[in-house]
């Protein structure tokens, strides 16, 4: 797997027009005269090498700070108990800096600040969900920092499960080419471009392709892929 080359490690609100926390899991909060995010930030949305097939993501934990908050409101439907994420992050001009929405699925956070700092804290991890686990992550932070310790990313269980998802995508990625060709097939013998038998004889060798395959993803995240 090819490492994702950061471009930097600490984003800020100059980077703002460069940036998007769309579907960015926020973990937790700080209220003080700032106000602290933990969330799973997105990097790269990478486009299906098949089309069909979901898209996998670049994703890094991160601290988002913004300073010198003032005139803070909440409207949220549920408990800051829950993780939530993030849909949008919006930016208007006031007097003396910006008013901020942070729109998310449960709710929105205004507020007035003069800018943001985002650490990212890890290098980033591939990911077939948007969201990073809490183990992997090694759990949540509202460190400031860009180098962050996470022994778990060397545990031998984590890098095992790591290395079975790889092997796993790439077999939901041969299924999803042999469901293909079973398509093909099926047009080419509505065309009448394939006699009976080798349909027939074709159609049964990818069926059994498919049923074992569907076998060993079964209890996997890519069964439904």
Same mark, same amino acid.
């Given at each position: 797997?090819?490492?994702?080359?950061?471009?930097?490690?600490?984003?800020?609100?100059?980077? !703002?027009?460069?940036?998007?926390?769309?579907?960015?899991?926020?973990?937790?909060?700080?209220?003080?005269?700032?106000?602290?995010?933990?969330?799973?930030?997105?990097?790269?949305?990478?486009?299906?090498?098949?089309?069909?097939?979901? !898209?996998? !993501?670049?994703?890094?934990?991160?601290?988002?700070?913004?300073?010198?908050?003032?005139?803070?409101?909440?409207?949220?439907?549920?408990?800051?108990?829950?993780? !939530?994420?993030?849909? @949008?992050?919006?930016?208007?001009?006031?007097?003396?800096?910006?008013?901020?929405? *942070?729109?998310?699925?449960?709710?929105?956070?205004?507020?007035?600040?003069?800018?943001?700092?985002?650490?990212?804290?890890?290098?980033?991890?591939?990911?077939?969900?948007?969201?990073?686990?809490?183990?992997?992550?090694?759990?949540?932070?509202?460190?400031?920092?860009?180098?962050?310790?996470?022994?778990?990313?060397?545990?031998? @269980?984590?890098?095992?499960?790591?290395?079975?998802?790889?092997?796993?995508?790439?077999?939901?990625?041969?299924?999803?080419?042999?469901?293909?060709?079973?398509?093909?097939?099926?047009?080419?013998?509505?065309?009448?471009?394939?006699?009976?038998?080798?349909?027939? *004889?074709?159609?049964?060798?990818?069926?059994?392709?498919?049923?074992?395959?569907?076998?060993?993803?079964?209890?996997?995240?890519?069964?439904?892929?």
């Amino acid at each position: 797997m090819i490492a994702y080359k950061l471009k930097k490690y600490i984003w800020t609100d100059a980077d !703002f027009g460069q940036m998007g926390w769309h579907d960015c899991k926020i973990y937790q909060f700080r209220l003080t005269e700032n106000l602290d995010l933990d969330i799973d930030y997105i990097l790269s949305w990478n486009k299906p090498e098949l089309e069909g097939l979901p !898209f996998t !993501f670049w994703i890094a934990p991160a601290t988002l700070i913004f300073k010198s908050i003032r005139n803070l409101t909440f409207d949220f439907c549920s408990s800051f108990q829950e993780d !939530f994420e993030i849909e @949008d992050i919006e930016r208007t001009d006031v007097e003396n800096g910006h008013r901020w929405t *942070i729109i998310t699925r449960n709710g929105e956070i205004q507020f007035d600040s003069k800018g943001y700092e985002q650490y990212i804290r890890q290098e980033p991890f591939f990911q077939f969900e948007q969201n990073i686990s809490f183990i992997d992550r090694n759990g949540y932070s509202l460190e400031r920092t860009t180098n962050q310790e996470n022994p778990n990313r060397i545990r031998e @269980d984590v890098v095992r499960q790591r290395e079975k998802d790889i092997e796993d995508y790439q077999n939901a990625k041969k299924r999803h080419l042999k469901r293909q060709e079973l398509q093909r097939l099926i047009t080419a013998r509505e065309e009448n471009q394939i006699d009976t038998k080798q349909y027939r *004889i074709r159609k049964k060798e990818i069926n059994e392709l498919l049923y074992s395959y569907d076998f060993f993803l079964k209890g996997t995240k890519f069964e439904n892929y």
